[in-house]
């Protein structure tokens, strides 16, 4: 049996929904289901489908907030 593993330096995240984060990569990436989230076309918008509404980009980059570092002892 064969597996892959892919790992992704997460950079910002919503400021009203924080499980939505954006890697450097500018990837979307849900982290309770860790799925990454499609980026859609929509109404001549580039954009991703937030808790089943469309945001597009512009009114999403309004809501980025840099992640902090936590401290963790492990």
């Known amino acids: 049996m064969n597996t892959i593993s892919i790992n992704y330096t ?3 995240e919503l ?3 924080p499980e939505y984060k954006f890697t450097k990569c500018k990837k979307c990436i ?3 289901t860790s ?3 499609k ?3 929509n109404n001549g918008c580039l954009g991703y489908n937030i808790r089943g509404k469309f945001k597009s ?3 999403l980059r309004k809501e ?3 992640i902090k570092k936590e401290y963790c002892p492990f």
């Open 10 to 12: 997460l950079v910002f």
């Open 15 to 17: 400021k009203n929904y």
């Open 30 to 32: 849900n982290s309770k």
């Open 35 to 37: 799925r990454v989230i």
């Open 39 to 41: 980026q859609v076309y």
């Open 57 to 59: 980009l512009t009114t």
């Open 64 to 66: 980025l907030v840099k």
